[in-house]
């Protein structure tokens, strides 16, 4: 089980800096920046450790990231304002507590959990 986790981390890891690489985010700045730490510390509550929604991120409406047709048709854009704005009564936003480039962390993360 540990090996299994050690090897789902480091896969995480592998697609966060290739992706900030062709996301636009400098290299430099995107290993300074651990976004699968952030996603685990924010949003794997209503989210997931999968990007399946929990039993509360359901009742409050949290995306299936794991969803490959969400996946498609949502932009890096949408995904950013999304996460900064929240939506009222059932997100909250993360611009107060997350830097731009933090928020661009997060995106590389959902990214990941395409199936």
């Known amino acids: 089980m540990k090996n299994k986790n050690t090897l789902t981390l480091a896969l995480f890891s592998v697609t966060i800096g290739a992706s900030a690489f062709f996301f636009g985010t400098s290299?430099?700045?995107?290993?300074?920046?651990?976004?699968?730490?952030?996603?685990?510390?924010?949003?794997?509550t209503c989210h997931?450790?999968?990007?399946?929604?929990?039993?509360?991120?359901?009742?409050?409406?949290?995306?299936?990231?794991?969803?490959a047709e969400w996946q498609a048709k949502t932009s890096d854009e949408r995904i950013i304002e999304q996460i900064n704005e929240g939506t009222p009564e059932m997100m909250m936003p993360f611009k107060e507590k997350?830097?731009?480039?933090?928020?661009?962390?997060?995106?590389p993360v959902v990214r990941?959990?395409?199936?």
């Open 98 to 107: 997350l830097t731009p480039e933090e928020v661009k962390a997060l995106v």
């Open 27 to 44: 290299v430099s700045k995107a290993s300074n920046i651990d976004g699968m730490k952030l996603y685990l510390q924010h949003c794997k």
């Open 112 to 115: 990941g959990f395409k199936k």
């Open 48 to 67: 997931g450790v999968d990007g399946n929604p929990t039993d509360l991120g359901e009742g409050l409406g949290a995306r299936k990231f794991a969803d």
